[in-house]
């Protein structure tokens, strides 16, 4: 109801008070290390996430589901979450 009234009313948003002078440095006088840490920094070298595709071999013998499933089991995991480290779905 009183959001009503203020737009039927036509109050309006108070603007912003201007920022303290004392608070604003000018760009021109700001000490030299923050300029320095202005600078970009190199990016990370990219590597892709496909990098280490392994695709369909033909000459591969596929292996029943029971299988697969067993050996993603024993080594704990599957869909990228394994750890050579691990002992098989203890925890």
């Not at 009183?2 to 109050?11: P, Y």
């Not at 608070?23 to 021109?28: R, S």
């Amino acid at each position: 109801m009183a959001v009503a009234v203020a737009l039927v009313s036509g109050a309006q948003a108070e603007p912003p008070s201007p920022p303290n002078p004392a608070d604003h440095v000018p760009a021109e006088t700001r000490p030299a290390a923050a300029v320095e840490q202005s600078k970009p920094q190199a990016l990370p070298l990219y590597r892709s996430p496909l990098s280490e595709y392994r695709s369909y071999r033909v000459d591969e013998p596929l292996r029943s589901w029971k299988d697969a499933n067993n050996e993603a089991g024993r080594l704990g995991g599957h869909m990228g979450h394994l750890t050579p480290s691990s002992k098989g779905g203890e925890r």
